[in-house]
């Protein structure tokens, strides 16, 4: 294999690490989004009954505390996906770094350390708020 085929092969490998940690971080603002949403909404929700409800009130509440825990599902789907993609981006992020036949450039190393660091943040961030 050419030598330029290689280096465009590297350059290829390390923005696809890029790109998924990008991804990660996307799906990570989502989750967020999601939560501050559902946040509301559980709030509207208990605003909008009082204690003592008629037989009517209950099960409109009840259908809306359902749709808040459909929402709530959903939330809890996308957070396992992500915790399902951190390990192995990360790994493929220390195989990136760490590969002695194409390490990566000084730029391409500081931006991986730079979103490593970024995704370590936004999943502290998304852990406080789940919590």
């Known amino acids: 294999m050419s030598l330029h085929k290689q280096e465009r092969r590297r350059v290829s490998h390390h923005q696809e690490t890029v790109q998924e940690?990008?991804?990660?971080?996307?799906?990570?603002?989502?989750?967020?989004?999601?939560?501050?949403?559902l946040r509301m909404?559980?709030?509207?929700?208990?605003?909008?009954?009082?204690?003592?409800?008629t037989a009517?009130?209950?099960?409109d509440f009840l259908t809306d505390?359902?749709?808040?825990?459909?929402?709530?599902?959903?939330l809890e789907k996308q957070i396992?996906?992500?915790?399902?993609?951190v390990p192995a981006a990360l790994e493929r992020v220390s195989k990136?770094?760490?590969?002695?036949?194409?390490?990566?450039?000084?730029?391409?190393?500081?931006?991986?350390l730079e979103m490593l660091t970024r995704v370590?943040?936004?999943m502290e961030h998304l852990d406080s708020l789940v919590r």
């Not at 009517?56 to 099960?59: A, E, F, L």
């Not at 990136?96 to 991986?112: G, N, R």
């Open 21 to 37: 940690l990008e991804g990660i971080l996307k799906g990570i603002e989502r989750s967020e989004e999601l939560i501050t949403s």
């Open 41 to 53: 909404e559980m709030d509207d929700v208990n605003e909008n009954y009082p204690a003592q409800r």
């Open 56 to 59: 009517q009130q209950d099960v």
């Open 65 to 74: 505390l359902l749709g808040c825990a459909k929402k709530r599902l959903l």
């Open 80 to 85: 396992e996906t992500l915790k399902k993609r």
């Open 96 to 112: 990136v770094i760490s590969d002695p036949k194409a390490p990566p450039t000084p730029e391409m190393h500081t931006s991986l």
């Open 120 to 122: 370590q943040h936004a």
